[in-house]
């Protein structure tokens, strides 16, 4: 029986996510004084990344629609 193999990247409800690179990373851990151990954790089996080819220790940027603020952007360390 064959899989149905759907891109859930493509449904209004999924924010945007990209990896970050070696360079964003060491900018943003400076910026805020931080380390991956202080970012909240992302799973590396979760659906919403798996397009990235991510590993333990990426960070990974969501950019999400706000009402209040517009374009709210998180951090997340995959796990």
Known sequence: MAKLKVD?????LIPKHTKLSEKEKKELYEK????IKEL???SKD???I????V???DVIKIYRK???AGDAV???GVS
């Open 55 to 57: 590993q333990t220790g």
């Open 66 to 68: 706000s009402t209040t």
């Open 74 to 76: 998180f951090y997340r």
């Open 32 to 35: 805020y004084g931080i380390s």
């Open 46 to 48: 979760d659906s919403a």
């Open 40 to 42: 909240p954790k992302i």
């Open 50 to 53: 798996e397009h990235l080819e």
């Open 8 to 12: 859930i990247t493509k449904h209004i």
